[in-house]
Each structure stands twice: as C-alpha cells, then as structure tokens.
C-alpha cells in the first residue's frame, strides 16, 4: 500500500489529540514529523489519555489530552521517536 507523507503534521485540539493522531496514523498518513501538544499536568511516565468523546470541550481543567507516555508510546508503534519535548506549560 502507499504511503500518504506529509512534511508536517501539528495537533492542539485540547481534547481527541491523541484519538485523533491514532486514526491519522493507522489510515496510512506517515508525516515526516509529529507536533502534539500533550497534558503535562500527567507524569511523563504514565501513559494516559482522556476517554474519547466527540463532543469534547476543555473545561480548563486537568483533564484534557494524553500524557506524554501514552503519545510516545503510540508514535513508537509507527516507528517514530520522540525527539524533543517542550517543557514550559503556559
């Protein structure tokens, strides 16, 4: 099957982000590079990640997103490393 590359692919949904960077990947799409905002307010080491709803809207509460575990760990499974992390929250 042939592969759809992008050059890059950036997802801040404050939500789905990891639901939805799971389908992008598993349709096919192999972007060349991965920017995901993730939930720092989860230790790095627990791989977390919001029930999938919808119709999600961050409350400005904790709870949105996925850790930054359960983000490397999906990429991981489509031969992606994790290179760089942000880690001033603003």
Not at 19 to 37: D, F, K, M, S, T
């Amino acid at each position: 099957s042939e592969r759809m590359v992008l050059d890059l692919l950036s997802i801040d949904i404050d939500g789905n982000d990891f639901w939805v960077l799971q389908q992008i990947l598993r349709i096919g799409y192999r972007p060349r590079v991965i920017v995901a905002e993730y939930n720092a307010a989860i230790p790095f080491y627990i791989p977390r990640a919001i029930a999938y709803d919808p119709d999600f809207k961050w409350s400005g509460t904790d709870y949105y997103g996925a850790s930054l575990c359960a983000l490397d760990q999906l990429c991981r499974q489509y031969d992606y490393s994790l290179v760089y992390c942000e880690s001033h929250a603003t």
